[in-house]
């Protein structure tokens, strides 16, 4: 049976409305959404519907349990997928100040440019990291819908779009940014588009 995945980055959080600091961002903070994420996560319910969407599961952080809220109103939803978790491969160790969103997108192209190297970042390697992907989609080629969505983290699913295309394109993931990825039931996968705006 064909299938098709969406992943969905988390609406805009807390943390992000904060700036990119040391004490605004620790890793261990289970960040809800600030009210533009909100807003995000309802304007991405009605495309997932139209493409036909019929489950909905998340990782088992708040703000992706939040992101996915407006369309679990509408579709069977589970949120205890922690494989789905923030992978979060960098610690930021700068002095207590404001940093700009396009600072925090130079780590995390950092971070991966180690990773693709076959350097492992904060002790985590890019195998560690496949195997935990990979186990991820076998669970989703397992479930009866075989069109689901996916409400995750911008690093794991950049990270596993670019595994799965087999090249590095690098790009940033948006908040509520969708990822179309299909399978052919026999473990094979296809990224179809990838960290499109719900509104186009």
């Given at each position: 049976?064909?299938?098709?995945?969406?992943?969905?980055?988390?609406?805009?959080?807390v943390y992000q409305e904060?700036?990119?600091?040391?004490?605004?961002?620790?890793?261990?903070?289970?960040?809800?959404?600030?009210?533009t994420g909100?807003?995000?996560?309802?304007?991405?319910?009605?495309?997932?519907?139209?493409?036909?969407?019929?489950?909905?599961?998340?990782?088992?952080?708040?703000?992706?349990?939040?992101?996915?809220?407006?369309?679990?109103?509408?579709?069977?939803?589970?949120?205890?997928?922690?494989?789905?978790?923030?992978?979060?491969?960098?610690?930021?160790?700068?002095?207590?100040?404001?940093?700009?969103?396009?600072?925090?997108?130079?780590?995390?192209?950092?971070?991966?440019?180690?990773?693709?190297?076959?350097?492992?970042?904060?002790?985590?390697?890019?195998?560690?990291?496949?195997?935990?992907?990979?186990?991820?989609?076998?669970?989703?080629?397992?479930?009866?819908?075989?069109?689901?969505?996916?409400?995750?983290?911008?690093?794991?699913?950049?990270?596993?779009?670019?595994?799965?295309?087999?090249?590095?394109?690098?790009?940033?993931?948006?908040?509520?940014?969708?990822?179309?990825?299909?399978?052919?039931?026999?473990?094979?996968?296809?990224?179809?588009?990838?960290?499109?705006?719900?509104?186009?």
């Amino acid at each position: 049976m064909r299938r098709s995945y969406f992943f969905v980055r988390h609406g805009r959080a807390v943390y992000q409305e904060r700036g990119f600091r040391r004490d605004a961002h620790p890793p261990e903070t289970d960040w809800p959404l600030a009210p533009t994420g909100h807003a995000q996560a309802r304007d991405v319910v009605a495309p997932l519907l139209r493409a036909g969407v019929m489950r909905v599961v998340s990782s088992e952080l708040e703000r992706a349990k939040q992101t996915a809220a407006p369309l679990a109103a509408h579709l069977p939803y589970e949120h205890r997928w922690s494989a789905l978790n923030e992978i979060a491969p960098w610690t930021l160790r700068e002095p207590l100040r404001r940093r700009p969103e396009w600072w925090h997108g130079l780590r995390v192209a950092a971070a991966m440019r180690r990773h693709l190297r076959g350097q492992p970042v904060r002790g985590v390697k890019l195998a560690e990291l496949e195997g935990r992907m990979r186990g991820v989609l076998a669970e989703l080629d397992a479930l009866d819908e075989p069109r689901v969505a996916v409400v995750g983290h911008g690093y794991w699913i950049l990270l596993c779009a670019m595994l799965l295309r087999g090249e590095p394109r690098k790009r940033w993931v948006d908040n509520c940014s969708i990822t179309r990825v299909d399978a052919d039931g026999a473990g094979r996968y296809r990224v179809v588009s990838f960290a499109r705006s719900p509104l186009h």
